[in-house]
């Protein structure tokens, strides 16, 4: 079946740094696929649709600037957190809709 | 604003009990309700629903949709230890691009 690999599943980084989270389908192209953040006992709540070829779209409250989407090409598509916070601590997930998602990422900022 | 509730919150039962999960939505443009089971990462597709009245079944889990009372229930009879998970509801309202709006999901803990 399809699969959606996503990586780092982990990631610790210091205040003020930047992290790339790629998230790539195996067998199957999508010219859209959405990103979700989780917070500990919080739904998955939107935050961007990444558009293969254009700018991705991003959600109220989601700061572009801050969370920066690239879907360069139909099998892959890479969030960057950059200047990453404490706050920015989380749990990122992609998802190829409906069925697939990938493993998430747990990002923790120090 | 969209809006996906799902109650309870969590639930606690023992192995062979039957446990009904509860999703009711408000959504502006609705397309499908879809249930996920969400173990430890990645969410499980389950169940799809775009049709009120007509249920959904694989295996031990069924899931029906009352679009004129805007809620789901999914249905997990003769539970076991590993359906222990958090059940996920969620609303598409973006069409063929499932724009996603997800509940806070219920807690399943079934003890053997």
């Known amino acids: 079946g399809a699969v959606v690999s996503q990586h780092p599943s982990r990631v610790i980084c210091k205040s003020g740094t930047s992290v790339k989270i790629e998230c790539r389908s195996l067998?199957?192209?999508?010219?859209?696929m959405f990103w979700y953040r989780q917070f500990p006992k919080q739904s998955l709540m939107l935050m961007a649709t990444?558009?293969?070829?254009?700018?991705?779209?991003?959600e109220q409250g989601v700061e572009k600037d801050k969370f920066l989407i690239n879907h360069a090409s139909l099998t892959l598509s890479t969030l960057t957190v950059t200047s990453a916070h404490p706050e920015d601590s989380s749990f990122y997930i992609c998802?190829?809709?409906?069925?697939?998602f990938g493993q998430g990422t747990r990002l923790t900022v120090v | 604003e969209d809006k996906v509730v799902q109650s309870p919150l969590s639930l606690v039962v023992h192995e062979g009990d039957t446990v009904t999960l509860n999703c009711s939505y408000e959504?502006?443009?609705?397309?499908?309700l879809l249930w996920y089971k969400q173990e430890k990462k990645a969410p499980t597709f389950l169940f799809m629903l775009?049709?009120?009245?007509i249920e959904k079944k694989s295996g031990r889990l069924s899931s029906i949709l009352d679009k004129k009372e805007l809620f789901s229930i999914l249905n997990i009879t003769a539970t076991q230890t590993g359906d222990s998970a958090v059940y996920l509801c969620?609303?598409?309202?973006?069409?063929?691009?499932?724009?996603?709006?997800f509940g806070k999901g219920t807690l399943l803990t079934v003890n053997p």
């Open positions: 998802s190829f809709p409906p069925s697939f």
């Open positions: 990444s558009n293969e070829g254009s700018k991705a779209t991003y």
């Open positions: 775009t049709s009120s009245g």
């Open positions: 067998d199957f192209q999508a010219t859209t």
């Open positions: 969620a609303v598409n309202s973006g069409g063929s691009n499932y724009k996603l709006t």
């Open positions: 959504v502006t443009n609705f397309r499908s």
